[in-house]
């Protein structure tokens, strides 16, 4: 079965930290991993999508990394701010049919609280 | 700007009454797609479009019905046969299949 698992569930950081949030999964066949940011009550953006051969995308301040052998990547924040206070969403898309059809997997997120 | 665009944002159901959630993007995006957000649970997948007039169920359509009339619209329709409606529902579209989706700011729908 396809699944996303994302850790920590939730963190809670001072303002200027870094933080690093893990997302490990065993979809298959793996396409792509995108990780979005959900402020609350709105929907998800997307910070960054990377293929099976990209180890690391930035995004401003948001740096992903994959490792596709051990079937994990992360999100690290650099010097966060008050306005990264959301949920981070880790999501594995599996590819079927020679590319005509594929599907999500939704890990459950990480909410993040940054602190003044 | 271009986006999608949700309502309402806050919906009521009775029992017994559908209700249609509206979708509505001018990203002239092909594909779109409804999910519903649980807490704690990841997004699941109701139904998704990749053209006009073309539709599939996703992982838990059952209680809900969807059309794609149009290009830039794909409403969502709670029937009563849905026995646990309340959650947030978010709508994304995206240029093709397997590229990476736009959201909604979401409909959230609850039980009276």
């Known amino acids: 079965k396809n699944q996303v698992e994302q850790s920590p569930q939730s963190l809670i950081i001072l303002e200027g930290k870094n933080c690093t949030l893990q997302?490990?999964?065993?979809?298959?066949?793996?396409?792509?991993l995108r990780w979005y940011k959900q402020d609350t009550g709105r929907g998800p953006v997307s910070l960054t999508i990377?293929?099976?051969?990209?180890n690391t995308k930035s995004n401003g301040r948001y740096t992903a990394t994959l490792d596709a052998d051990t079937k994990q990547s992360s999100l690290h924040i650099t010097a966060s701010q008050l306005s990264d206070s959301a949920s981070y969403i880790c999501?594995?898309?599996?590819?079927?049919?020679?590319?005509?059809?594929?599907?999500?997997?939704f890990g459950k997120g990480t909410l993040l609280t940054v602190n003044p | 700007d271009g986006g999608i665009t949700q309502s309402p944002k806050y919906l009521f159901r009775k029992e017994g009454q559908n209700v249609t959630l509206s979708c509505e993007q001018n990203?002239?995006?092909?594909?779109m797609y409804w999910y519903r957000q649980d807490p704690g649970q990841g997004l699941r997948l109701i139904y998704y479009?990749?053209?006009?007039?073309?539709?599939q169920k996703g992982d838990i359509a059952e209680g809900y019905s969807v059309s794609r009339e149009k290009k830039e619209s794909f409403p969502l329709t709670v029937t009563s046969a849905q026995k646990n409606p309340t959650a947030f529902y978010l709508c994304?579209?995206?240029?093709?299949?397997?590229?990476?989706?736009?959201f909604g700011d979401g409909t959230r729908l609850s039980i009276l």
């Open positions: 994304a579209s995206s240029m093709y299949s397997n590229q990476p989706q736009h």
């Open positions: 997302c490990n999964y065993t979809v298959s066949p793996f396409s792509n």
């Open positions: 990377m293929t099976f051969s990209e």
């Open positions: 999501v594995v898309s599996a590819e079927y049919s020679g590319g005509s059809n594929y599907k999500l997997t």
């Open positions: 990203l002239n995006h092909d594909a």
């Open positions: 479009s990749q053209i006009v007039n073309d539709f």
